[in-house]
């Protein structure tokens, strides 16, 4: 395993982060206690060191099972990443949403269930559309002074909040969101449009949520092997089929498991990017940690683009035009170094 820095940080975290919104067996699936922590042990000793929960995650479960973990292990080892937001009740209106109150309120009960005194990343995890953007960043720049968080990440929120907020940070000496958690996927890549060329722009690493498309991209379903999507999901309608297909036969080519075609191509998109793979048992873990033994070729590359590509709209797909190339470069499109 190699170490990559998260965003602008001098935070080394593994090139593979363990998703553990599995972590308890609530609403009829995932990991027990006992494999949750067989699935922690084979992620360290395979030099593993991020793990990404959340506060609503199997309704706390998943933080109470790192918390116990934590408590017989190295708690220093493990950058330890949570978020806030989603609601811990339905009968206080400020049990949720992005707002500073919930924020702090939030944070101490994670803290509790994670028996730690300090989160190395906190996430928003989904924008509420509310709160303004300074709050957010405030908050977290007043945890980050108080020793009760590391450092600031965002998670499911429009660019323009993401790079306002960066921006206002920049300004007001706060800390920075440094990572920006999306779903992105060979099956989900609408986050090229105006997601990802804002993390390049603000140097922050891109942390794909549900990379594997909750398992889908391992093929398994093709097969006839069960898991935890339902069968009228889009993640298997006939697009969703095809595009695992190519990933199929690649991994049938080379010779791997789908799931490294799978992160792999989320991997190599040019971009800071680590995927944050869920596992519910040790071998798929086991598996999905060879991911950082493989790399596609160009070729390989170009075929699963071609398979899973988008349509980038206005106005990504118009700047790529003939036309306004021509008129915005003077004809010097291509002698002109790009970012
Ligand atoms: N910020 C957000 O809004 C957000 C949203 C969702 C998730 N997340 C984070 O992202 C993490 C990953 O998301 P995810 O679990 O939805 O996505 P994922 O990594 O795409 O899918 C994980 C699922 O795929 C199956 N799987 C994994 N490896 C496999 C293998 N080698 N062979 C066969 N099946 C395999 C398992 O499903 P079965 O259990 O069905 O076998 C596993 O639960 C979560 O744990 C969480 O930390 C964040």
């Given amino acids: 395993m190699n170490y990559k820095l998260l965003g602008r940080s001098g935070l080394k975290v593994s090139e593979l982060c363990l998703g553990t919104m599995g972590f308890g067996t609530e609403a009829g699936w995932g990991a027990d206690k006992d494999t949750s922590f067989a699935i922690m042990d084979a992620y360290a000793n395979a030099g593993g060191n991020f793990l990404d929960t959340a506060n609503i ?37 400020n049990a949720s949403g992005n707002s500073r109150k919930n924020m702090m309120r939030s944070v101490e009960e994670s803290l509790k269930r994670l028996k730690t005194d300090f989160i190395d990343v906190l996430y928003l995890h989904i924008w509420d559309d509310i709160t303004p ?23 499911d929120t429009p660019a323009w909040v993401v790079a306002k907020g960066n921006t206002l940070a920049e300004l007001m000496g706060w800390s920075q ?85 799978a992160l792999n191509w989320t991997r190599q998109q040019g971009f800071s990017c ?21 790399a596609l070729n160009d ?17 990504g797909d118009f700047f790529k035009e003939e036309g306004v190339r021509a008129n915005t470069f003077g004809g010097f499109y291509d002698k002109v170094e790009k970012r």
């Fill in 57 to 93: 995650y199997k309704l706390g479960t998943s933080e109470k099972i790192i918390g116990d973990y934590m408590s017989h292990h190295d708690r220093d080892y493990f950058v330890l990443a949570t978020k806030y937001t989603l609601k811990d009740n339905t009968t206080n209106p």
């Fill in 177 to 261: 969101f440094i990572a920006l958690q999306v779903e992105y996927s060979l099956l989900a890549r609408t986050a090229e449009r105006e997601l990802i060329p804002m993390a390049k722009h603000f140097g922050m690493t891109v942390t794909p949520w549900a990379p594997l498309a909750g398992g889908a991209l391992t093929g398994k379903y093709l097969r006839g092997d069960k898991g935890r999507i339902k069968p009228e999901s889009k993640r298997l309608n006939s697009r969703a089929e095809a595009i695992t297909k190519v990933v199929v036969e690649i991994a049938q080519e080379l010779g791997v498991s789908e799931s490294h075609v």
């Fill in 274 to 294: 680590i995927p944050i793979v869920g596992a519910t048992k040790v071998d798929q873990l086991l598996d999905n940690l060879k991911t950082v033994e493989v």
């Fill in 133 to 155: 953007i300074d709050e957010v960043l405030r908050g977290m720049d007043d945890l980050i002074k108080q020793g009760k968080i590391n450092y600031a990440a965002i998670s």
């Fill in 299 to 315: 070729d390989q590359l170009k075929r699963l683009n071609d398979a899973s590509a988008i349509e980038l709209g206005f106005p």
